[in-house]
Nanobody, 116 residues
Framework: EVQLQASGGGLVQAGGSLRLSCTAS????????IAWFRQAPGKEREGISC????????YYDDSVKGRFTISRDNAKNTVYLQMMSLKPEDTAVYYC?????????WGKGTQVTVSS
């Protein structure tokens, strides 16, 4: 069974940092891209970052580029999202996702709240 678990959220002041983790099981982790999404209150879920396993290439939405860094540790089946210079507008529930044989699997989200 494919499972993802996001963790590491919390309350932080503007300008602060957090590192989110997404730990996966139930599939060959090394072979799949993992993406991070977030959903702010009253807004649609948006993709913010993704890392391709095969070549390590990454994608960042403009809203987080230069502040967030995605990385992965295949030995631990874990993808990380290092978030720096956090802003109040980064407040959201953060989710990780894998697309496995045409089905999207989502981890339970982790809340990030950035106070001004």
């Amino acid at each position: 069974e494919v499972q993802l678990q996001a963790s590491g959220g919390g309350l932080v002041q503007a300008g602060g940092s957090l590192r989110l983790s997404c730990t996966a099981s139930g599939f060959t982790f090394d072979d799949y891209a993992i993406a991070w999404f977030r959903q702010a209150p009253g807004k649609e879920r948006e993709g913010i970052s993704c890392m391709i396993s095969s070549d390590g290439s990454t994608y960042y939405d403009d809203s987080v580029k230069g502040r967030f860094t995605i990385s992965r540790d295949n030995a631990k089946n874990t993808v990380y999202l290092q978030m720096m210079s956090l802003k109040p507008e980064d407040t959201a529930v953060y989710y990780c996702k894998v697309s496995y044989y045409g089905t999207d699997y989502w981890g339970k989200g982790t809340q990030v709240t950035v106070s001004s």
